[in-house]
């Protein structure tokens, strides 16, 4: 009996949503939207970071249970979840900079 186990294919991550560029105008022209489009792309985006935290945390209980017995698919889902965590918290820090940079404009 030979000691070597064969690998099981890795499934595929899901690839990034592109965002759709703005079309028409200069920058003076563009009108802006509904401020609700915003706050909705904004809960998508925490929607999906509890998914992924989620996911991350039922892989990580499938190995513990050994309902998972490949042990990347756990660490793939939690390199996941910490690269989707990290993009929020910049994301963030970014929005509040920026926020904070003009209330220190002068009227």
Known sequence: MSGLVPITAISPLTPLQ??????????ASVQ???SSDFSAFLQNAVDNLEQ????ASVAVEGL???????????VIALQ???????????????IL???HE???MQI
Do not use: C, W
């Open 18 to 27: 592109s965002i759709e560029p703005m079309r028409g105008g200069d920058s």
């Open 52 to 55: 992924t935290q989620s996911e």
């Open 64 to 74: 513990t249970t050994g309902a998972i017995s490949d042990f990347h698919v756990p």
């Open 102 to 104: 003009i209330m220190r």
């Open 32 to 34: 802006f939207g509904n």
């Open 97 to 99: 900079d920026a926020y």
């Open 80 to 94: 996941k979840a910490a690269l989707s965590l990290d993009l929020t918290v910049n994301v963030r820090n970014k």
